[in-house]
């Protein structure tokens, strides 16, 4: 055999030989990728339907369901009941004010003329600030000769003109005050242009004023009825040159407008339209009850005996006071007041719901020697029925009462449901001098911040015997008060717990007049509410 043949078989046999070998491994790898994927298939193919269903219906699986769902609902439960709790029990937020400015701060009446000056005015409002007024009420700004009114439109004398004027509103209301204007439309003064040409009869202001030539006996002449002025003088006046009489429920410098005369009306419309335009936020407008007088000039009704008809308090006063036609004028005019944002207060009529009037403020009137029971039946109308006004007014004479008298009706009207009215002493200011701030004035603008005065309850009582008039202001979550008033002239002990619901056995003394303060404390000191001395005559203010 050749070398050649030899070496073809060799190569031949050799190919045959590795063709058998990659068979051998092609058949292996294809084996095992056929058990590879045998077994990834059994490893990934999960759990069927039925073996799914047979182990969710054991009793460990529903019974570890029930607790889950259970727990989930109790847990909800308890968070919503705890939120609730939480809410219930926390100090509650103290409610957004119900009450308007004019509502809210104490209303300090001042002459405008006090005011003006050629320096000190930032000072002077300063000292109304810490007050605690925001509000102030400017008088005596018309043209007049005292209180009589000459020119309802034209500005007072010792104001300048005006500019000073709306210089002076501007003022004040810059340093964040209301500033309104009382006016007292019922009368004008004799030396009103209008009244003169009214005495001579003129077409336009014939009827401006109320005139009735009454009676004569050929001699004398006699007024038509018994009308008198609230001086207790006659309300009419003979006027010789009109051959009339002219009435006045004020002085006889004083006569008494028309107001069943539209073009009165309308004359007063322009006025306050006047000055609203000067940039006053409104008007307080005062004696407004004796507008109308009975159009048929009947006589008032005598209710004391007739020996003492010479007084005005023997007289029902209905044919001269609070007249049906009253409310409707005010009406009236505190709509045509709204249009230019302003405000309308009027004084003593007697009703306090009267639509186109923000606020109807009447006085308290106390004789000199006032007992408890009269003090509490003043008061306890006013101050259970609506957020009232406080001023207070001697009947029997002006400064009738003493210096700690008149302290204590200060923090009287402070802390009653409303707003006290302050009328500034008219020598306030004089020598542009700014009085310093008592510790009464200071205290009590702390005490009215308190949210209690505005949203707290209200509870009075006559104690020891009626000697004393005393009551609480009390809100959850708040600091709460008492005010107790001794009328007497001798020293009494107070029982407070006893009388008084919710008081601790130990006070906070915060405000006391002169001769309380002598036998007590000095203020902010801690007192005991079961036995509290009281001086006669004197007044306490207790927190708690």
């Known amino acids: ?113 006090s005011l003006v000056s050629q320096n000190g005015l930032d000072e002077k409002i300063e000292y109304m600030q810490k007050l605690g007024v925001q509000h102030v009420v400017l008088t005596s700004v018309s043209q007049a000769i005292g209180d009589e009114v000459i020119d309802f439109m034209k500005v007072n ?85 009109r051959k009339e009489f002219y009435l006045h429920q004020f002085s006889a410098e004083n006569p008494d407008f028309n107001f069943r ?122 101050a259970t029925t609506s957020w009232s006004s406080w001023e207070w007014v001697c009947t029997d004479k002006p400064n009738c009462w003493k210096n700690e008298t008149i302290d204590a009706f200060s923090i009287l009207g402070s802390l009653l449901p409303g707003i006290p009215f302050i009328n500034a002493d008219s020598k306030l200011f004089e020598n542009n001098k700014v009085p310093n701030i008592t510790l009464i004035q200071s205290t009590l603008k702390e005490l009215r911040s308190m949210p209690t005065i505005e949203l707290g309850s209200f509870n009075a009582k006559l104690l020891n015997n009626d000697k004393v008039f005393a009551f609480d202001r009390v809100m959850s979550g708040s600091e709460s008060l008492l005010f107790a008033w001794n009328l007497s002239k001798n020293l009494t002990v107070l029982n407070l717990i006893k009388e008084f619901d919710g008081i601790p056995s130990e006070v906070n003394l915060s405000l006391c007049t002169e001769t309380a303060c002598s036998m007590l404390p000095p203020p902010k000191s801690k007192v005991g509410s079961n036995l509290l001395n009281l001086a006669g005559e004197s007044a306490v203010v207790l927190t708690f």
């Not at 004398?220 to 008198?228: A, E, G, Q």
Request: proline share 3%.
């Open 1 to 113: 055999m050749s070398l050649e043949k030899d070496d073809g078989a060799v190569e031949k046999l050799m190919e045959e030989g590795k063709k058998k070998v990659d068979s051998t491994s092609d058949k292996y790898d294809e084996l095992n990728k056929m058990e590879l994927a045998d077994h990834t298939e059994t490893a990934y193919a999960g759990m069927g339907k039925e073996e799914l269903m047979k182990y969710a219906n054991s009793p460990f699986w529903v019974r570890l369901r029930w607790l889950l769902f259970v727990t989930f609902w109790l847990s909800w439960f308890a968070m919503m009941f705890g939120a609730l709790f939480i809410i219930f029990l926390t100090p509650k937020c103290f409610s957004t004010s119900k009450h308007e400015w004019y509502q809210k701060s104490p209303v300090y009446i001042v002459n405008a003329a």
């Open 261 to 382: 005369n539209e073009d009165v009306v309308n004359y007063f419309e322009n006025v306050f339209k006047y000055w609203l335009d000067k940039g006053f936020d409104g008007l307080y407008l005062d004696n407004v009850q004796y507008l109308f007088e009975d159009k048929d000039f009947k006589n008032d009704t005598i209710i004391t005996a007739p020996n003492m008809t010479k007084k005005y308090e023997s007289f029902s006063h209905k044919a001269t006071s609070n007249l049906p036609e009253t409310k409707d004028l005010l009406s009236r005019w505190g709509n045509i007041i709204r249009k230019y944002s302003g405000v309308l207060i009027v004084s003593d009529l007697d009703s306090n719901d009267i639509k186109g009037i923000n606020m109807v403020h009447s006085s308290v009137k106390l004789p000199s020697d006032f007992t408890g029971e009269q003090l509490f039946n003043a008061i306890l109308p006013k």
């Open 157 to 241: 004398i010792s104001l300048g003109n005006e500019d000073s004027m709306k210089n002076l509103v501007t003022n004040l209301k810059t340093k964040g005050m209301k500033v309104m204007l009382k006016l007292v439309p019922n009368h004008s003064s004799k030396s009103n242009m209008m009244f003169g040409r009214s005495v001579l009869n003129e077409t336009l202001y014939k009827d401006f004023y109320i005139w009735n030539s009454g009676f004569s006996d050929g001699t004398h002449h006699y007024p038509i009825n018994n009308w008198l002025s609230v001086t207790g003088e006659p309300a009419w006046s003979w006027n010789d040159e």
